[in-house]
């Protein structure tokens, strides 16, 4: 019975005819995703920065996954910003998922989170930011003396640091670290 679900699931994802109910916003420049991202979500628009499937062959490394039902009033809201992306695509099929930017790597007493090329790192039990990792911007060195030493909910936010793509990085593994580390 197991085997019967779990091949109906995989035929239905692979189907042209499944309902497709998220999209893709391709850019150019990161720093384009971050402004469309913090636009849509003052808006109140669900959205999600991921890294493009290979499929994609355009654009920078990260996309925006949104709902597809709200695709005319996200686009027209980007235009109006001077953001028109260079295209909205549907999640179509297994090979056209976004990669999921993060990664969460449990060493003990060290909690590790991943997001794109940056990597931050805090002890469970203190809440101490250990280590900031990663990237290649030239702002990361500064990033990590501003964070490394510092308790989470005592350190100033990266994105009020730094301006980079890896201080863009750096605030999702902040706030996913900060989620997890709520206890």
Not at 14 to 36: C, M, N, Q, Y
Not at 96 to 101: A, G, R, T
Request: include cysteine.
């Amino acid at each position: 019975m197991a085997f019967w679900t779990f091949w109906r699931r995989k035929a239905e994802a692979a189907s042209p005819s499944a309902p497709v109910e998220d999209g893709l916003l391709v850019f150019a420049h990161t720093s384009e995703v971050i402004r469309a991202e913090a636009v849509l979500q003052e808006a109140g628009i669900t959205v999600a920065v991921m890294g493009p499937p290979p499929e994609i062959q355009s654009g920078c490394d990260l996309v925006i996954r949104f709902p597809l039902m709200r695709q005319l009033e996200i686009l027209r809201l980007l235009e109006e910003r001077g953001l028109a992306p260079l295209e909205a695509v549907p999640v179509r099929g297994p090979l056209l998922k976004p990669v999921d930017l993060f990664q969460v790597t449990d060493f003990g007493r060290y909690l590790m989170v991943r997001a794109a090329n940056m990597k931050l790192t805090v002890d469970k039990e203190t809440r101490e930011i250990v280590n900031v990792s990663g990237g290649g911007c030239p702002d990361v060195p500064y990033l990590a003396a501003r964070l490394v030493g510092r308790r989470l909910d005592e350190a100033p936010r990266p994105r009020e640091l730094g301006h980079t793509l890896c201080g863009y990085a750096l605030e999702l593994a902040f706030t996913k670290l900060k989620r997890r580390c709520s206890w």
